[in-house]
C-alpha cells in the first residue's frame, strides 16, 4: 500500500499512529493527495523540500470550501474520499461532463431516464434513491439527501465530531457515493448490472467493516451489532 494511504491498525505504535494523523491533516490541508505532492514540488528546488515554507503553510489557516478537510476524514475509506472530493469538484466523467467535448448519449445508464449529471447520478437516480433510502432507514438517519451540495452541507454540519454514530455516516455517505459510480461504471463498461438491494448490501458490508477495522469494540456492543444484525438480505 502507498505511503499515502496506509492507515495503521489499533496496534500500530502510537508514534506512527501521529505520523499517519499529521500525513492525513497536511493532505486534508491541500485538499487531496496529488495536489499535496503538487504543492509539495512548489517548495523545493534542485529535489530539495525548504522546510521553512512547508512549516509557514502548514500553520497558515485553512482556506477552501469547509467540506475540503471533512472530506479525507479518517473515518472514511481514502478511495471513497477521493471520488467523493472528485464529484464535489464535479470532476467525475458523467455523461453530462464528457458531453462537454464529445458527442455523446447522456441519458442515464442505470435507470435510463434523466440525463446524468452528478445530481442526478447520486442522488435523484431512481436507483440512487432506492439505495440511500435503504442506507437511511438502515442508519436511523432522518432524511437523505437530495443533491450533493446538501450531503456536504450535512457531512459538514450534521454529521460532524468523534461519536461512533457520526462517524458511521461520515463513511456511508462516502461509501454510497463510491458504490453508486463503482456500479455505474460496470454498468457502463462492462454491461453488468447490480441490483438496489446488492448494492446497498454491498455499501453496508463495507461500512460495517470499516468501523469495525476503526473500532472493534464499539462495532460489536449492541449499537454496532444492531447495524451488522440489519444489513439487508441479497
Ligand atoms: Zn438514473
Not at 523545493?44 to 477552501?64: E, F, L, Q
Request: proline letters at 4%; aromatic letters at 10%.
Amino acid at each position: 500500500m502507498d505511503v499515502w494511504e496506509w492507515q495503521p491498525s489499533t496496534t500500530s505504535p502510537t508514534y506512527f499512529k501521529n505520523i499517519c494523523r499529521i500525513r492525513d491533516e497536511i493532505v486534508g490541508k491541500a485538499g487531496s493527495i496529488p495536489l499535496l505532492l503538487a504543492r509539495l514540488e512548489t517548495f523545493s528546488s534542485m529535489g530539495k523540500i525548504t522546510v521553512g515554507r512547508v512549516y509557514d503553510w502548514i500553520r497558515a489557516p485553512t482556506g477552501g470550501p469547509p467540506w475540503g478537510r471533512r472530506i479525507w476524514d479518517h473515518s472514511m475509506t481514502p478511495k471513497h474520499s477521493f471520488i467523493l472530493w472528485l464529484a464535489a469538484l464535479d470532476r467525475l466523467q458523467t455523461l453530462e461532463n464528457v458531453a462537454n467535448f464529445q458527442v455523446v448519449e447522456k441519458t442515464c445508464v442505470m435507470c435510463g431516464a434523466g440525463n446524468e449529471d452528478r445530481e442526478h447520478l447520486f442522488f435523484r437516480c431512481s436507483i440512487s434513491r432506492d439505495v440511500w433510502d435503504r442506507i437511511r432507514i438502515w442508519l436511523g438517519i432522518s432524511q437523505r439527501p437530495t443533491t450533493l451540495r446538501a450531503a456536504l452541507k450535512w457531512l459538514v454540519k450534521d454529521v460532524k465530531g468523534k461519536s461512533y454514530r457520526s462517524k458511521t455516516r461520515r463513511c456511508a455517505l462516502a461509501s454510497v457515493v463510491y458504490h453508486i459510480w463503482e456500479a455505474r461504471n460496470k454498468r457502463r463498461f462492462d454491461m453488468t448490472e447490480t441490483t438496489v438491494a446488492a448494492l446497498t448490501r454491498r455499501i453496508q458490508t463495507h461500512v460495517y467493516s470499516a468501523m469495525f477495522m476503526q473500532h472493534p469494540e464499539l462495532t460489536t456492543n449492541s449499537g454496532g451489532r444492531f447495524i451488522m444484525d440489519h444489513i439487508d438480505a441479497n
